[in-house]
């Protein structure tokens, strides 16, 4: 965990330095619930996490990996940003029509957009110097919302992939089998044709997403 704190440390540093703001370590921190119209007009909930009293500072949009869970998982990634002086927005992931066989990531991307939109509109941030970062799955989305938006003043992705996501899977997959010793052909018919076959009756969504024509 301490090591995964000390990336989005990092990470703060360097958006900071695109935003033209240099970092600033926070002794305080506030969070303040909002809800906000996606779309679709559908609304969802957030947390937006800031230095106390801050006003006019950088801020960015948490776009989540994959699953459904809420955003209260991003609660100490959105800490950690906003003790590094960065506004940061943490809201709960649509989860109407996500499933292991289905999933919208252009529909994800307009949802991380209407964050982008409220987070502008807050006095702690200073709307030229608001972008979006991308965990996982999110680092599909994430570049998807900002290739849609001049709003978005710059974009960090974690974990993510040029590839599309069955591609992606079969590589983890053999990665993890490899690492535990799986060797030959077992790597083929356990690594690889599991994802084939899921692929294959339709059971895993977003398979062939292309990334790079976003």
Same mark, same amino acid.
């Given at each position: 965990?301490?090591?995964?704190?000390?990336? !989005?440390?990092?990470?703060?540093?360097?958006?900071? /330095?695109?935003?033209?703001?240099?970092?600033?370590?926070?002794?305080?921190?506030?969070?303040?619930?909002?809800?906000?119209? *996606?779309?679709?007009?559908?609304?969802?909930?957030?947390?937006?996490?800031?230095?106390?009293? #801050?006003?006019?500072? $950088? +801020?960015?949009?948490?776009?989540?990996?994959?699953?459904?869970?809420? =955003?209260?998982?991003? @609660?100490?990634?959105?800490?950690?940003?906003?003790?590094?002086?960065?506004?940061?927005?943490?809201?709960?992931?649509?989860?109407?029509?996500?499933?292991?066989?289905? *999933?919208?990531?252009?529909?994800?991307? @307009? @949802?991380?957009?209407?964050?982008?939109?409220?987070?502008?509109?807050?006095?702690?941030?200073?709307? #030229?110097?608001?972008?979006?970062? +991308?965990?996982?799955?999110? +680092?599909?989305?994430?570049?998807?919302?900002?290739?849609?938006? /001049?709003?978005?003043?710059?974009? !960090?992705? !974690? =974990?993510?992939?040029? /590839?599309? $996501?069955?591609?992606?899977?079969?590589? #983890?997959?053999?990665?993890? &089998?490899?690492?535990? =010793?799986?060797? +030959?052909?077992?790597?083929? !018919?356990?690594?690889?044709? =599991?994802?084939?076959?899921?692929? /294959?009756?339709?059971? &895993?969504?977003?398979?062939?997403?292309?990334?790079?024509?976003?």
């Amino acid at each position: 965990m301490l090591s995964i704190f000390r990336r !989005i440390i990092l990470l703060t540093i360097m958006i900071a /330095a695109v935003a033209g703001f240099p970092a600033a370590h926070a002794q305080h921190t506030t969070t303040a619930d909002i809800a906000f119209t *996606r779309t679709d007009g559908t609304t969802t909930t957030g947390t937006v996490h800031a230095p106390a009293s #801050a006003t006019g500072r $950088p +801020g960015v949009v948490l776009v989540h990996g994959s699953g459904n869970g809420s =955003g209260e998982h991003y @609660d100490y990634v959105a800490e950690a940003f906003a003790r590094a002086g960065i506004v940061a927005l943490r809201y709960d992931k649509r989860t109407e029509g996500y499933t292991p066989s289905h *999933r919208d990531y252009s529909l994800l991307a @307009d @949802d991380a957009l209407a964050g982008l939109a409220a987070l502008r509109n807050r006095p702690e941030v200073d709307p #030229a110097r608001v972008g979006l970062w +991308g965990l996982s799955e999110g +680092g599909w989305v994430a570049p998807l919302a900002a290739s849609r938006s /001049a709003d978005a003043a710059f974009l !960090i992705t !974690i =974990g993510a992939n040029s /590839a599309a $996501p069955a591609t992606q899977q079969t590589w #983890a997959n053999e990665t993890r &089998f490899g690492t535990a =010793g799986v060797r +030959g052909s077992m790597v083929d !018919i356990l690594a690889r044709n =599991g994802i084939r076959q899921l692929v /294959a009756a339709g059971q &895993f969504a977003q398979a062939d997403y292309d990334p790079s024509r976003c």
